[in-house]
């Protein structure tokens, strides 16, 4: 029976004793290290570009750009129902424009009234506030 060239060159490869090393360095490399080196013992200072995304996240929340995300998603529409004849370029730019205003309307929907988070109260007393203010007869 004849075999093909890659059946060949794979069990020549596997007979090599360089494959074996190579591989064994590879599993020994990913095996042997504990996951703690890699993490920082510091904190660190954070990479660069970290301030500027997290001034663009914290400009993304609040009132101003809930307006502006909200006007966003009206123009948008009422740019896709009557904006007539416009070429697939700028109907497409439309639509990302509505795609990142919705991200916005819906981060400051869903972090702003709806769900503000859970409350924890210390240990002991009662999670019922009505509770914690009757007197104990």
Do not use: D
């Amino acid at each position: 029976m004849h075999t093909s060239s890659l059946s060949q060159s794979m069990t020549s490869l596997i007979r090599q004793p360089v494959f074996w090393i190579c591989l064994a360095a590879i599993l020994l490399c990913l095996f042997a290290t504990h996951p703690a080196y890699a993490a920082s013992s510091s904190g660190g200072s954070g990479l660069p570009w970290e301030g500027p995304l997290a001034t663009l996240s914290n400009s993304m929340k609040g009132p101003v750009a809930f307006v502006i995300a909200l006007l966003g998603i009206l123009a948008c529409g009422a740019t896709l129902i009557w904006g007539g004849e416009v070429s697939t370029f700028a109907q497409r730019m439309v639509y990302v424009v509505l795609v990142v205003c919705i991200l916005v309307f819906a981060n400051n929907l869903l972090t702003g009234a709806l769900f503000s988070g859970a409350l924890i109260p210390a240990y002991g007393l009662p999670l019922n506030a009505a509770a914690a203010l009757t007197p104990i007869a």
